[in-house]
């Protein structure tokens, strides 16, 4: 059950964040995604609309006998009852009934003129349509919210009906009325006004759902729950239709950070950033960097004058402990980076410069002079460690050296490409020439290298590049432009990114790859040659 009854952290990405453009989720991952809330301790899990398509009635049935909820409340959603039809004769009404779900969501219209133009019925009907789908689903045994759709603009419109429509519900036995800013166009000072006055003028219980078309999704939440909702509504990582909805885990954040207010079970925000990732991966929808609370750079610091002030006291550049959320602070080497920063980013590498300032400043002055020629650093940490341990030894950690290479891309008669590489690499005191196939040059590069070196270190095997990224850094001079290469390698228990700049794309690709080989292997425990 929730942590408490008093406040309801309401989740409904299954049903409103599956809308947004590009986001497809199948049965299996809706399953995922609803264990994975389950496990961050949210109160209720909004599931769909059961009936509405095969897709989320073949979930709802599946869900019976498959989800198991340790925190939250199973909810379904639907609509109430058609104009001029018995409740007890409406199918929609019937698939939630017979959902398994042991609490429902209703939209119903609060907007006077949707009542008109949408449900083409009158407005005395819209009532008795709230009114007789609340009671009936209360008489079936089950728990009723009630979403009243567009109620910020229908208040504009016609503040008597939107109010009249919130007091129906209420009186109908729906636990709690959510006020819908269902096109995203609030703002945070004018919708506290309005909650205030809609909890003067009834004695409902309010929930607030907003959508984030303004950037004030999380805002309005925030300024709703201020004047007095006790229930709140948005998705996951703020996913949903055009620029998405409230993201409950920043709401969550600062409800639990900011306010005092415990709206999880003990300690389970801590699982927010795990839960955060692990669920943009079932959705395949990339995590935004910038997050707040859980993106990969909300506690990343660049700037060298933050990374001097975050060495004495990380609080002076940062509103929380990371570790609230479970994320990291993480510091970012690049042309701006001062003592502070590569000292403060060598340790979080495990790698100790002792304080010594001569060291240090001979690593800042060649990060900058290489970012000046296009490197970047702060995306690939293994390439700045591997800089580090030049630096300290004298010599950069070597285990093979390529002496040449070539690549081919040949278009056959039958129009399939033909894509070869050849290589010659000595390690170990060996010279090997070696061959790859790939479905481009670097591809078939990496196959190569691979292909060679594995015979004398077999721990390459285990190694993956997961993935590649090109960007042209001079784009006046068009083709013949620098180019910085990007590449993340993993063994399965780690991923780690490298980098290469060349004018040639291959040649940077081969010095990203190279570095990612040979920082692979340091992490197998090979001594370098």
Known sequence: MPVSDAFHIYDTTLRDGAQQEGLNLSVHDKLAIA????????????????????????????????????????????????????????????????????????????????????????????????????THLIAEGQRVFLDAEHFFDGYRHNRAYALEVVRTAAEAGADVIALCDTNGGMLPDELSQVVHDVLNASAARLGIHCHNDTGCAVANSMAAVAAGATHVQGTLNGYGERTGNADLVTIIANLELKKNTLVLPSNSLREAFRISHAIAEVTNVSS??????????????????????????????????????????????????????????????????????ELIGHIVDRVKEMESRGFTFEAADASFELLVHEEIHGKRPTFFAIEHWLTTVERAEDQSIVTKAEVTVTALGKKIICTGIGNGPVNAFDNALRTGLKQLYPELEVLELTDYKVRILEGRLGTGAITRVLVETSDGKGEWNTVGVHENVIAASAMALEDALTFGLLRQGRKPQ
């Open 35 to 134: 264990r994975h809330l389950d496990d961050l301790g949210v109160g209720f899990i909004e599931g769909g609309w059961p009936g509405a398509n095969p897709k989320d009635t073949e979930f709802f049935a599946r869900a019976k006998k498959e989800l198991v909820l340790k925190n939250a409340t199973f909810v379904a959603f639907g609509a109430t009852r058609r104009p001029h039809v018995k409740a007890a004769d409406d199918v929609l009404l019937g698939a939630l009934r017979d959902s398994g779900a042991p609490a429902v969501t209703l939209v119903a219209k609060a907007f006077d003129r949707h009542v008109d133009l949408a449900l083409k019925t009158t407005l005395d009907e819209n009532l008795a349509m709230i009114r007789d789908s609340v």
């Open 288 to 357: 935004s960097a910038r997050q707040p609370y859980v993106g990969v750079s909300a506690f990343a610091h660049k700037a060298g004058l933050h990374a001097s002030a975050i060495k004495v006291d990380p609080s002076l550049y940062q509103h929380e402990d990371p570790a609230s959320v479970g994320n990291d602070m993480r510091m970012l080497v690049s042309d701006m980076a001062g003592r502070a920063s590569i000292e403060l980013k060598s340790q979080e590498l495990g790698v100790d410069l002792g304080g010594d300032k």
